[in-house]
Antibody, heavy 123, light 109 residues
Framework: QLQLQESGPGLVKPSETLSLTCTVS??????????WGWIRQPPGKGLEWIGSIYYSGSTYYNPSLKSRVTISVDTSKNQFSLKLSSVTAADTAVYYC???????????????WGQGTLVTVSS | SSELTQDPAVSVALGQTVRITCQGDSLRSYYASWYQQKPGQAPVLVIYGKNNRPSGIPDRFSGSSSGNTASLTITGAQAEDEADYYC????????????FGGGTKLTVL
């Protein structure tokens, strides 16, 4: 059974960089069938896609966050990571990592999600 | 703001049928996927594509699409279906970005 697990600091100071890692177990991140993504959810609000990456390193980012986001992949560790720079209180959210299947194909979706990790931006 | 529009809240009597809708220009070109999220839990994929259910999703969940509107229908709603539901698809700008609807809170009465 595929599992995804987010890890990283739960508290980040304003103007600093938020860094999270997602470790994939029970399957290979290098599978040609999938993209891997980050999605966040501010407390009491809806879901927001941050960006996604293919094992080769090809990336897609949300235009509203693109200037501050970097997503990278480490196939040797079966992990992918998120960096979000210059954070403010508005970046406080539960951050999920997830697996997308059939990316850009007709019947795509996101079938596996991590449990989510709350990141609070506060001094 | 979201390019996919959902009603904030919908209610249904136990055992009855409810339709949750998602509107957006991109839905004329792309299917929506639907996610169920219960408090404190990660979202769960319930419908994708034309009308596909992942393994383990009850067949009371179904999906459909017409014009700029995608719909998730629950036929015979159960108490455990009370949750937030989100649609997800591509944006309409041509950049192929993923977008989520604002979510619908389903209450089972």
């Amino acid at each position: 059974q595929l599992q995804l697990q987010e890890s990283g600091p739960g508290l980040v100071k304003p103007s600093e960089t938020l860094s999270l890692t997602c470790t994939v177990s029970g399957g290979s991140i290098s599978s040609s069938s999938y993209y891997w993504g980050w999605i966040r959810q501010p407390p009491g609000k809806g879901l927001e896609w941050i960006g996604s990456i293919y094992y080769s390193g090809s990336t897609y980012y949300n235009p509203s966050l693109k200037s501050r986001v970097t997503i990278s992949v480490d196939t040797s560790k079966n992990q992918f990571s998120l960096k979000l720079s210059s954070v403010t209180a508005a970046d406080t959210a539960v951050y999920y990592c997830a697996r997308h299947f059939d990316w850009l194909l007709l019947e795509e979706g996101t079938d596996y999600w991590g449990q989510g990790t709350l990141v609070t931006v506060s001094s | 703001s979201s390019e996919l529009t959902q009603d904030p809240a919908v209610s249904v009597a136990l055992g009855q049928t409810v339709r949750i809708t998602c509107q957006g220009d991109s839905l004329r070109s792309y299917y929506a996927s639907w996610y169920q999220q219960k408090p404190g839990q990660a979202p769960v994929l319930v419908i994708y594509g034309k009308n596909n259910r992942p393994s383990g999703i009850p067949d009371r969940f179904s999906g459909s699409s017409s014009g700029n509107t995608a719909s998730l229908t629950i036929t015979g709603a159960q108490a455990e279906d009370e949750a937030d539901y989100y649609c997800n698809s591509r944006d309409s700008s041509g950049n192929l970005d993923l977008v989520f609807g604002g979510g619908t809170k389903l209450t089972v009465l």
